[in-house]
């Protein structure tokens, strides 16, 4: 008998915002099928609904091009009814800097870019269509780095989220050809493993005074993967208690 759950594709799964987001899908009833480089939690490898965690580098094209044939495998001829591209990385310089114009090697650059740009365009390509059969959503989680100068962020990790939303743009278009919508959503500081006690710093200048929760980028990722959001496709919803507006 087929699987009459909806099923999700989603990067970066095992901690922060991905764990956050692949919890909400798993509320829903959606069937999971996920990579990221560590494996998944014990007690989240219980849940019936996640389906398949496949350890990946998303970096690696060998790795990628593997993880896109086993979950095309497991997908056969049904339907993906959304990819979220969600895993990133933000390097750190031997220095302990965030990598800029002015450190680090070129090459952290592009494996920056691998990750954060050429995976969701890759992982897009790879599933546009199990995407078309199911008239599925992509949903690229951007940043607000990539529109304003962040202290924290660097200019490898927010040019890639920059060129990530330009991506959004785009595929959108070429994607609308096949019925499926692509969006993005763009957190500000969310409180993740990667904020440090230097962010508490920018707390005043958030209009809402406070960081974000997880699962509240995760609620908007998951309403873009509804009909609640059947019309609306190339956007960048911005998750961030209205930090952006500065």
């Known amino acids: 008998m087929a699987d009459a759950r909806r099923t999700v594709v989603l990067t970066g799964a095992s901690r922060g915002i991905g764990h956050?987001?692949?919890k909400r899908f798993s509320e829903e009833g959606w069937r999971l099928i996920t990579c990221s480089r560590d494996e998944v939690p014990l007690e989240c490898q219980r849940d019936p609904n996640w389906a398949t965690h496949v350890p990946t580098d998303l970096g690696d094209?060998?790795?990628?091009?593997?993880?896109?044939?086993?979950?095309?495998?497991?997908?056969?001829e049904g339907t993906l009814d959304a990819?979220?591209?969600?895993?990133?990385v933000s390097p750190k310089t031997p220095f302990k800097e965030r990598l800029g114009i002015l450190n680090g090697e070129l090459a952290g650059w592009?494996?920056?870019?691998?990750?954060?740009?050429?995976?969701?365009?890759?992982?897009?390509?790879?599933?546009?269509?199990?995407?078309?059969?199911?008239?599925?959503t992509v949903v690229n989680i951007t940043s607000i780095a990539g529109h304003a100068i962040h202290p924290f962020a660097g200019s490898a990790y927010s040019t890639s989220k920059a060129a990530l939303s330009?991506?959004?743009r785009e595929m959108?278009?070429?994607?609308?050809?096949?019925?499926?919508?692509?969006?993005?959503?763009?957190?500000?500081?969310?409180?993740t493993e990667m904020i440090g006690e230097e962010y508490e710093a920018?707390?005043?200048?958030?209009?809402?005074?406070?960081?974000?929760?997880?699962?509240?980028?995760a609620s908007a990722v998951f309403r873009l993967c509804t009909q609640d959001f059947g019309y609306v496709t190339g956007t960048e919803i911005f998750v961030t208690g209205g930090q952006h507006l500065y």
């Open 20 to 22: 956050a987001t692949v």
């Open 110 to 136: 592009r494996e920056v870019f691998e990750l954060n740009f050429f995976a969701p365009l890759a992982l897009a390509r790879g599933f546009a269509g199990p995407l078309a059969r199911g008239k599925g």
């Open 172 to 191: 959108a278009v070429e994607f609308a050809g096949l019925g499926v919508r692509v969006n993005a959503v763009a957190p500000g500081e969310i409180e």
């Open 61 to 76: 094209p060998a790795s990628l091009g593997a993880f896109v044939e086993e979950a095309a495998e497991l997908i056969g």
């Open 202 to 217: 920018l707390i005043p200048r958030i209009p809402m005074h406070r960081m974000g929760r997880p699962d509240e980028v």
């Open 83 to 88: 990819l979220v591209n969600n895993a990133a």
């Open 166 to 168: 330009a991506l959004t």
